[in-house]
């Protein structure tokens, strides 16, 4: 791949501290921040995560506290189509219309 400017970036590894492997890449001088953060979850409750986490942590935790799982878009579409079936049982007939 080519490089668009001449000059290489310095950057190091450092460790996650929510999964405590070495695969965060960051510039030389920056400091991994320990911090952790509440946040609300698809389901409603709290969860407290690291604020600065590598890219697999990030994607893990947006899998498991922050996407539906399958049971909840099931729940939802049998929901909908409850709802469909309600609002045509409501709706008057043709024959009654006229």
Do not use: W
């Not at 000059?7 to 320990?34: F, G, L």
């Not at 947006?62 to 049998?78: G, S, V």
């Amino acid at each position: 791949m080519r490089r668009i400017n001449n000059k290489p970036v310095d950057s190091k590894v450092c460790e996650c501290p929510q999964c405590n492997k070495r695969r965060m890449t960051r510039p030389i001088d920056y400091v991994v921040s320990t911090e952790k953060r509440e946040y609300k979850t698809v389901r409603g409750d709290t969860v407290s995560l690291f604020v600065d986490t590598c890219d697999a942590c990030v994607a893990r935790n947006r899998r498991d506290h922050f996407e539906p799982t399958p049971a909840d878009l099931k729940k939802l579409m049998q929901a909908i189509k409850e709802n469909k079936q309600e609002t045509e049982a409501d709706k008057p007939s043709l024959e009654e219309l006229l």
